[in-house]
C-alpha cells in the first residue's frame, strides 16, 4: 500500500486540478510499491497511468509459470480474486483473525523496522466446504496482491524426487513479486513423515517443503488449507505463524448465508429456518448449492421471485447429496 504521504499528494493533486503533480506523484508511488517488490501491482499502475490498461486473464498471467516435466502441467495459477471480506459468513473471532494477518501485512515494513515480523505462513483447517479457499481468496482481494494457486494435482510426481524438485520451483517463481501463496488439499504433501503407511518419499516432500518455508524470505502470504489437519507432520504445524480453524456454520450464519447468496432474487427468506433440521449437516457450499439451485429454477421458469416450494425442493435435493457424500466416506 502507498504511504500516506503519497496519498495525500496524490489527492491534493487532482483536487487542484494539477495534471504535472498528479503524475510526478503517482510515478513515485508506482516506484515506491516496485521497492516494496510488488512488480505486477506497479506495472500495473504505469499501464493505468499510461491509459494501455487491460486486466491480464488467468492465461497470459500463467505464461512461463513453472511445469511439472512428467506431466507436463502448471504447477501453479495466477489470478486476481474478485472475493472481499462482504462475500464471507464467518463468525466474528474468525474475521478478526484474518483482518489482522491483512492489517499486519500492510504494515510489513513498520513491524520489520521494529524487530517483528508479519505474519507470513498461515494454516486454514476443518470441515470441507466450510469457506477456506474463499476466505485465502478474500484475503488476497483485500489485500490487493495476486494469488499463486499451487495445483496439487500437477505437483505431485510419481518419478522418485521430483515432488520436492516441483515445491522448489514454486517457491523460486514466487520470489519474483509479492503473492498469496495458497496451498490447497496441503496435506497431500504435509503429511506426517511417521505414518507407517507412508514410503519413504513423503519424507523427502515433507523436507523439501520445510526448507523451501524456512528459506523463503518474500514478502509474501503464504497460506495452507487442509480438511486432514490430523494427518499434518508436527514439523509443518510449528512452521505457521497462525492457524485458523473453520468450522461449520451456526444456524444464524446459515441464514445470512442464504440472504447474501440469494439477494438478487425476492422470496421468503425466513422459510429457511423451518428447515434447520434438515440443514445439520450442511457446510457453507451446501448452503450455497441450495441457493444455486433455486436460481437456476427461478431463470428457467423466468422469474424473480421465489417460494417456499422453491425452498423445499432445493434443500431435499441437496440433503440427498449430502447423505450420499457421508456414506461414501
Known amino acids: ?17 494539477n495534471k504535472e503533480m498528479f503524475y510526478a506523484v503517482a510515478s513515485e508511488i508506482i516506484e515506491d510499491e516496485k521497492k516494496k517488490n510488488h512488480g505486477i501491482l506497479a506495472d500495473d499502475l504505469k499501464l493505468i497511468l499510461n491509459g494501455n490498461y487491460q486486466k491480464k486473464s488467468i492465461n497470459t498471467l500463467s505464461e512461463n509459470t ?10 501453479i495459477e495466477v489470478m486476481y480474486p474478485e472475493k472481499y471480506f462482504s462475500d464471507l459468513i464467518l463468525s466474528d473471532n ?24 508479519p ?7 476443518g470441515p ?11 484475503l488476497a482481494g483485500e489485500i490487493g496482491i495476486p494469488m499463486l494457486y499451487v495445483r496439487f494435482d500437477a505437483l505431485i510426481s510419481s518419478y522418485l524426487g521430483e515432488t520436492a524438485s516441483n515445491i522448489s520451483k514454486v517457491f523460486d517463481y514466487a520470489k519474483k513479486d509479492s503473492w498469496l501463496i495458497f496451498f490447497d488439499e496441503f496435506d497431500a504433501i504435509g503429511r506426517s513423515r511417521n505414518d507407517s503407511t507412508e514410503h519413504g518419499e513423503i519424507k523427502r516432500v515433507v523436507n523439501a517443503f520445510l526448507q523451501q518455508i524456512d528459506n523463503y524470505k518474500g514478502r509474501s502470504l503464504i497460506i495452507a488449507a487442509t480438511n486432514f489437519e490430523q494427518s499434518l507432520d508436527y514439523a509443518i504445524w510449528r512452521r505457521f505463524d497462525e492457524t485458523i480453524r473453520f468450522d461449520m456454520p451456526s444456524h444464524d450464519e446459515k441464514m445470512k448465508l442464504f440472504e447474501l447468496k440469494m439477494k438478487r432474487f425476492k ?6 429456518e423451518q428447515y434447520m433440521n434438515e440443514l445439520e449437516m450442511f457446510s457453507h ?3 450455497e448449492k441450495v441457493c444455486q439451485i433455486i436460481m437456476k429454477q427461478c431463470i428457467l421458469d423466468g422469474k424473480k421471485i421465489y417460494t ?17 457424500r457421508k456414506t461414501q466416506y
Open 119 to 125: 505474519t507470513r505462513r498461515a494454516l486454514f483447517y
Open 308 to 324: 417456499k416450494n422453491d425452498i423445499e425442493q432445493a434443500v431435499k435435493k441437496q440433503e440427498k447429496n449430502v447423505s450420499l
Open 267 to 272: 422470496g421468503p427468506v425466513h422459510v429457511l
Open 285 to 287: 457450499s451446501d448452503v
Open 1 to 17: 500500500m502507498a504511504r500516506a504521504d503519497l496519498l495525500k499528494k496524490l489527492f491534493s493533486s487532482f483536487k487542484q486540478d
Open 94 to 117: 474468525r474475521i478478526i483473525q484474518l483482518e489482522q494477518i491483512i492489517k499486519e501485512f500492510n504494515n510489513w515494513e513498520v513491524l520489520v523496522s521494529n524487530g517483528v515480523f
Open 128 to 138: 470441507p466446504g466450510c469457506g477456506k479457499t474463499l476466505a485465502a481468496q478474500a
Open 66 to 75: 513453472p511445469r511439472d516435466k512428467d506431466k507436463d502441467m502448471p504447477l
